[in-house]
């Protein structure tokens, strides 16, 4: 994987409770960090738990994903954002299930973070029948409580 552009940290949120779609994004954010300029990790707890090694220097999020809640997206990239311009980082790396993108990327874009690197792997990940929340199961139930998601954030304008 070449990158071209100087990254100032990766962010890893996790999945609702699939294991097979955390495991995977715990990787992809293993590999970017420990990769050439990976700069900083803000990583979700529940990702640390399941990489291979402790990722020292981690800024590790302990904030439980209700996922219930379509504002945790909101309240995570709030503490994200607030990490970031603390930090003084502008570009990051977006380590997030690819339905949850959208919102995040437009979270913070809308707070001046315009730089943000999605990784091509993610694209490969799809929805986990054996996900304890219904909506992670199939993109039947996903797209309705995105969509509404969607409209809510916009209405709001967080995004």
Known sequence: MKREIEIDCTIALAFDDSPT???????????WYHGPGGGGLIIQDKLVRIMPENPEGAIILSMENDSQDIYFLRDMASKIIEIMNGEKWLTPVLVVHPRLEYRFRNLLHK???????TPEEIEKLKYDAEAEKIWAKSPLFWWPRELLARAIYKDKGWI
Do not use: F
């Open 21 to 31: 779609i955390n495991e995977y994004l715990a990787k992809i954010a293993w590999h």
């Open 111 to 117: 707070a001046g973070h315009e730089g943000v690197i």
